[in-house]
Structure formats: structure tokens, C-alpha cells
């Protein structure tokens, strides 16, 4: 199994779209079902990233926003299942 800190490196990459490796992406879907931690972390990442691509495009509407940065707070507040 992947190292968490091989996973966050993987994880960066699928965020990025970056083409993996059928084994990575197998390795990376395996640690993502055993870690919640790094599960946690590549959502968060995705959610990051999603809300950054609109605000790139300057089209993200201001609700869309707030939901994004409430969903974030409330996983800093309590980072479980
Ligand atoms: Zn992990």
C-alpha cells in the first residue's frame, strides 16, 4: 500500500489531471478506501481546485462560493466520516 505521503503526491497529480498508471490510479483508490485521512485530504483538494478553475473563469457565483467555504470549514472543525 502507498505511504500517505505517496498518496498526496498522486493525489496532486490526479487534481492536476495528469495522466496515471492503471496501478497508480489502482494503488490510489485502494489507500483512499483504507485512509480516511488522505480520502479527506484528496476531496478537499478536488474541492479546492474546482473552486479555483471558476475563479479563474471570474464566473464562480458568490453562493457557489460560500457552500465551498462552508464545506471546508466544517471539515476543519470536525475532519471525520
Ligand atoms: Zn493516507
Known amino acids: 500500500m502507498l505511504s500517505c505521503k505517496e498518496f498526496t503526491h498522486q493525489?496532486?497529480?490526479m487534481v492536476d489531471n495528469e495522466e496515471l498508471t492503471f496501478m497508480e490510479k489502482l494503488n490510489?483508490?485502494?489507500h483512499m478506501f483504507m485512509?480516511?485521512?488522505c480520502r479527506h485530504y484528496h476531496n478537499q483538494s478536488e474541492l479546492v481546485a474546482s473552486v479555483a478553475k471558476h475563479l479563474d473563469c471570474g464566473d464562480a457565483?458568490?453562493?457557489e462560493?460560500?457552500?465551498a467555504v462552508a464545506q471546508m470549514k466544517k471539515f476543519s472543525?470536525?475532519?471525520t466520516d
Open 65 to 67: 462560493i460560500d457552500q
Open 11 to 13: 493525489s496532486s497529480r
Open 77 to 79: 472543525d470536525n475532519p
Open 28 to 30: 490510489s483508490r485502494i
Open 35 to 37: 485512509c480516511k485521512h
Open 61 to 63: 457565483p458568490d453562493q
